[in-house]
């Protein structure tokens, strides 16, 4: 089960506690009521202020984070567009033409289900090569009618199945890293939940990168990082703390742009209000970024990508800029 | 330019690892090959055609008409994320120098093949599984820029786990980093060559192997974007033997071109005498006469 889950449920006793005593009222309820709700917010502090690697990786797949859904219903308008125009339309990824604050836009994101069912008919959020192949189409055509790109990356990784390989998922990947390096438009990548390696990065070339404080975005899973390592998926934990994963991490080597914190317990214990400062965000960069020329865009994200990297020289800084 | 070290004590007879194993075991159908017959027929098994996986400087020598011109030798790696796990990587690279003989998981240079001037780049799977980590990506990009440069085509030849794991999202931003670097490269004209050997998976084959206009494919490679292991735990199944290799890929239309390692040479340079004004490129290297080949 879910770790974050696992430790919800260890308060719901003194929330119902407190509930109860607020319902029932009288005279000595108002000061009982007021120590167990500082006892409640101490231990919630104790619990969710300081979250390991591990506990973060859960909560970005915690069943009630904020989905690809919930912030897509925050901007002004959104009409999906369908398929790759070869073989079929990958229900995981979800695009179409959008407006934001009367801004035209392309959206572009990984969609999980909420519930088995939905899971199911989403491939929990792997995207196929007909997904891949949709987003670079409607990049293209995006870029080609000056509309900026706003993508919404939650995944545990590309679909590896028979026939994602058949149909060339790797082709089909970098088709969409292709599609972004040659964007004259601006790109803002939202790293919503899970950030699952190159299926995630293949939304996620972007002029500025947006995370979530309890979002991951890892070069391999933690469970397939444990499995190569140890030959053991269980050590999953252990492998979560040496990845990097964290949004800290990665805003220090330069892989993420920004960090937004979310509240105590993580993003789903005030969805309307996080995803709203997270579409805030969006807005903001896509203002900043819109004034600039296409040949600006392309320079500025060729060189912002070109400096990320770390090699003996520089290897003290963690970080390094390249030397030509 | 003068030869470079490596070259020389590789084209010299006396390599003291060529002494120390005469015979070799043919894995495929186990017949026992003389090791200075393998290597003279390109570390291919002469009675069942297996591919033995070949050394990054012995497949540059094998191609390349005179001197190999290495560029970005001096970018070596450090350890960003200060990685542990059963060693520290430091340590693990080390282990690798020492096996390998390599500095890293690719060798990238200027040469010319058949006299074609080319920016060359080999992967070797024996350094870290020729996993891309910031070196990798670091040489790739840089050798692209070079090729963008010169109006030089360019040929990778990708072996390759995928992303190196022990630098976390510092490799995989490597894959951006990469494409567009080669995108840039391709969309000046330039032509660009990839040789897909064994094996070649994930963040390799997901950017800058499948980017390419042509593409090659070793004879008997695997080539895919998960690995097999994935994806037989994902589905609870084995899978076929022909699966994720060149020739399956070819049938599904992945590739150009299938070729066994004695013709993968001739196919490039076919491919070049096509693709390739050859006056054009000679004149550019003729301003720049410091690195004037062939």
């Known amino acids: 089960m879910n770790l974050i889950v696992e430790r919800e449920k260890s308060f719901e006793g003194l929330e119902q506690r407190i509930q109860e005593l607020r319902s029932r009222g009288g005279a000595d309820a108002g000061a009982q009521i007021q120590r167990l709700e500082s006892s409640y917010e101490e231990l919630r502090r104790e619990i969710f202020g300081n979250l390991t690697p591990w506990e973060r990786v859960n909560m970005a797949r915690h069943p009630r984070r904020p989905l690809a859904n919930d912030y897509i219903a925050l901007f002004d308008q959104f009409d999906e567009l369908h398929g790759d125009r070869h073989f079929r339309d990958d229900p995981a990824l979800v695009a179409g033409f959008s407006k934001l604050r009367g801004r035209r836009l392309m959206l572009i994101a990984q969609q999980k289900g909420r519930d088995v069912k939905e899971n199911i008919r989403r491939n929990f959020g792997m995207v196929s090569p007909e997904g891949y192949r949709k987003a670079s189409r409607l990049m293209t055509l995006a870029s080609r009618l000056r509309l900026p790109i706003v993508t919404l990356v939650d995944t545990p990784g590309a679909d590896p199945g028979i026939g994602s390989e058949e149909r060339a998922q790797s082709e089909a990947i970098a088709g969409c890293l292709t599609a972004l390096s040659k964007a004259g438009v601006p790109v803002v990548a939202t790293i919503i939940g899970e950030g699952g390696s190159g299926g995630a990065l293949a939304l996620a070339l972007a002029d500025w990168v947006i995370m979530p404080q309890h979002s991951i975005y890892s070069v391999a899973s933690p469970e397939g990082c444990a499995s190569i390592l140890w030959g053991d998926a269980s050590r999953a934990a252990e492998a979560a703390e040496r990845l990097c994963l964290t949004s800290n991490d990665l805003e220090r080597f330069g892989i993420v742009d920004e960090v937004i914190a979310e509240p105590l317990g993580g993003a789903h214990r005030d969805t309307p209000a996080f995803t709203a400062t997270v579409i805030e965000e969006i807005d903001a960069a896509l203002r900043r970024l819109e004034v600039q020329s296409p040949e600006q865009l392309r320079e500025r994200r060729y060189e912002k990508y070109r400096r990320i990297g770390s090699w003996q020289e520089d290897a003290r800084r963690g970080i390094a800029s390249a030397a030509t | 330019m003068p030869m470079p070290d490596w070259l020389s004590i590789r084209r010299d007879k006396q390599i003291p690892a060529e002494e120390a194993g005469l015979w070799e075991k043919c894995p495929s159908c186990g017949e026992v090959l003389y090791s200075k017959d393998v290597e003279a027929n390109l570390s291919v098994c002469s009675k069942c055609g297996y591919h033995f996986r070949m050394h990054a400087y012995d497949r540059i020598n094998s191609l390349v008409d005179d001197d190999f011109v290495e560029i970005g030798a001096d970018i070596l790696p450090g350890d960003p994320l200060g990685w542990v796990d059963k ?135 695997a080539i895919g974007f998960a690995g097999r292991r994935v994806i037989e735990q994902t589905i609870r199944q084995k899978l076929p033997d022909n699966f994720q290799t060149a020739e399956f890929l070819l049938e599904k239309g992945h590739v150009d071109v299938v070729a066994p390692r004695p013709r993968i040479r001739e196919t490039l340079v076919r491919m070049l005498d096509y693709a390739v004004d050859r006056r054009r490129i000679l004149s550019v290297l003729k301003a720049v006469p410091e690195f004037a080949l062939g």
Request: glycine letters at 10%; proline letters at 4%; hydrophobic letters at 45%.
């Open chain 2, 87 to 221: 060693r520290p990587y430091p340590q693990k690279l080390e282990a690798d120098r020492e096996k390998s003989k390599l500095s890293e998981g690719i060798v990238t240079g200027l040469a010319a093949i058949e006299g074609f001037p080319v920016a060359l780049g080999v992967m070797d799977f024996s350094f870290r599984g020729g996993t891309m980590g910031t070196v990798v990506g670091e040489r790739v990009t840089n050798l692209f820029e070079e090729a963008r440069r010169r109006r030089l085509p360019c040929i990778v030849f990708t072996a390759s786990g995928g992303a190196r794991m022990e630098e976390g999202m510092l490799a995989l931003a490597q894959m951006a980093k990469t494409t567009q670097a080669v995108e840039r490269f391709m969309n000046d004209g330039n032509f660009y060559m990839s040789v897909l050997t064994d094996p070649t998976t994930g963040g390799v084959s997901a950017s800058f192997a499948f980017q390419a206009d042509i593409i090659i494919a070793e004879a008997r490679a």
